[in-house]
């Protein structure tokens, strides 16, 4: 989302560097530098799993052993989501955990969806 113009911001109103531990630290995100063109664009989004953004089954616990993140991290990483999600639920008024697929790739279901009005296809 940032390279589409989405800044992300601490609780200082400075921008972060959109790291995984930048997560916990998100307190505003700024969209008013997408581009409005993508309001005309319908995307969909194909997934082929339907976890959602935070929990037991969401990005940081299932994806992130994947990539071998040892528990400790993966707590880091999951509070960080969970925060993420708590921004998102602010701002736009919509849950993440509510979307099919809003934990694929990382939590990219989730953006695609929250931030430029994506709908989720799960095809297994």
């Known amino acids: 989302m940032r390279a589409l113009g989405v800044r992300f911001l601490d609780a200082g109103g400075e921008e972060l560097n959109g790291r995984g531990e930048d997560l916990i630290r998100v307190s505003s995100i700024d969209t008013s530098g997408l581009d409005p063109r993508l309001n005309k664009v319908k995307l969909t989004v194909m997934c082929d799993v339907n976890n ?3 929990g037991p089954d969401g990005a940081a616990y299932t994806f992130g052993k994947q990539k071998g993140g040892t528990p400790p991290v993966l707590d880091q990483l999951e509070n960080g989501m969970i925060n993420y999600r708590n ?8 849950n ?5 697929g809003s934990g694929a790739a990382g ?6 969806c929250i931030f430029l009005g994506g709908t989720t296809k799960i095809r297994y």
């Open 87 to 94: 921004i998102m639920i602010q701002k736009f008024g919509i």
């Open 96 to 100: 993440p955990d509510e979307i099919p």
């Open 52 to 54: 959602p953004l935070c």
């Open 107 to 112: 939590g990219l279901g989730a953006a695609l």
